[in-house]
Antibody, heavy 121, light 107 residues
Framework: QLQLQESGPGLVKPSETLSLTCTVSGGSISSNSYYWGWIRQPPGKGLEWIGSIYYSGRTYYNPSLKSRVTISVDTSKNQFSLKLSSVTAADTAVYYC?????????????WGQGTTVTVSS | DIQMTQSPSTLSASVGDRVTITCRASQSISSWLAWYQQKPGKAPKLLIYKASSLESGVPLRFSGSGSGTEFTLTISSLQPDDFATYYCQQYNSYSWTFGQGTKVEIK
């Protein structure tokens, strides 16, 4: 059974870079049937797609975050990662990683449990 | 960017009620719409994809319909486990957008 697990610092200082990793277990990140993505949810608010990546390294980003986001993949470790630069309090959220089905219209069927990141000095 | 608008934002209903949630897209997205259920402190769960396809393991009381810009999620007979927040999500040209959510509360 495929599982995703987010990891990374729970506290990040303003203006610094938020870095998270999603470890995929029970399946290969290199499958050509899936994409992988990051989604976040500020406290008490809705879901926001951050970006997605294919195992080849091809990336797609939310235009509103594109200038600050980098998503990468490490197939040897079965992981993909998120970096969000120049963070502010508005970036405080629960960050989820998820598997995106192919074709991409088929939704996100497996999610990590989420990790809370707080931006504060 | 394609914007997704859900209505209502909050819905009060009783066990056994038929519940309908609407999601409207700012431009046509064909049938590239998914619905998710989220409970407090948990990750979202995929219910419906491609507007009307039921994800494996999801109860048959959930159904989705629509195409173009208007979509609906229907719960035919609300069960205690269904009180949660529901989100629609569109996919178009390697970009995804969620609606703002509809909270289904106990009446």
């Amino acid at each position: 059974q495929l599982q995703l697990q987010e990891s990374g610092p729970g506290l990040v200082k303003p203006s610094e870079t938020l870095s998270l990793t999603c470890t995929v277990s029970g399946g290969s990140i290199s499958s050509n049937s899936y994409y992988w993505g990051w989604i976040r949810q500020p406290p008490g608010k809705g879901l926001e797609w951050i970006g997605s990546i294919y195992y080849s390294g091809r990336t797609y980003y939310n235009p509103s975050l594109k200038s600050r986001v980098t998503i990468s993949v490490d197939t040897s470790k079965n992981q993909f990662s998120l970096k969000l630069s120049s963070v502010t309090a508005a970036d405080t959220a629960v960050y989820y990683c998820a598997r995106l089905l192919s074709p991409l219209s088929s939704g996100m069927d497996v999610w990590g449990q989420g990790t809370t990141v707080t931006v504060s000095s | 960017d394609i914007q997704m608008t859900q209505s209502p934002s909050t819905l009060s209903a009783s066990v056994g009620d038929r519940v309908t949630i609407t999601c409207r897209a700012s431009q046509s997205i064909s049938s590239w719409l998914a619905w998710y259920q989220q409970k407090p402190g948990k990750a979202p769960k995929l219910l419906i994809y491609k507007a009307s396809s039921l994800e494996s393991g999801v109860p048959l009381r959930f159904s989705g319909s629509g195409s173009g810009t208007e979509f609906t999620l229907t719960i035919s007979s609300l069960q205690p486990d269904d009180f949660a927040t529901y989100y629609c999500q569109q996919y178009n040209s390697y970009s995804w957008t969620f609606g703002q959510g509809t909270k289904v509360e106990i009446k």
